[in-house]
């Protein structure tokens, strides 16, 4: 009869933790997915201003991906340039 109150003790002592940790995972959760909520607020906000502008100025992006590809390939040519010059070659 000890055993089984001690063990019906026990029992109900486990129950209330587990009903704690469950209401803590609760509040984590809840917490997790407000956050994650406004996070993707704020990318669709910032997205449509990034797409307002780029339709705004359609010339100055295709400008600035020009420049970028023209710097970019000639820095590749003095890359090429710099390592043949020491008798290796790129291929």
């Known amino acids: ?19 704690d940790v469950s209401e803590q995972a609760s509040g984590w959760y809840d917490s997790a997915s407000e956050g994650a909520s406004r996070a993707a607020r704020q990318l669709r906000t910032r997205a449509q201003s990034v797409s307002e502008t780029v339709q705004q100025n359609p010339g100055t992006v295709s400008s600035a991906l020009a420049l970028g590809g023209v710097i970019g390939f000639m820095l590749g040519i003095l890359v090429v340039q710099s390592s043949s010059s020491n008798g290796r070659r790129w291929y």
Request: hydrophobic letters at 35%; aromatic letters at 0%; a positive charge.
């Open 1 to 19: 009869a000890e055993l089984r109150r001690e063990m019906n003790r026990m029992n109900k002592t486990m129950a209330e933790r587990a009903e």
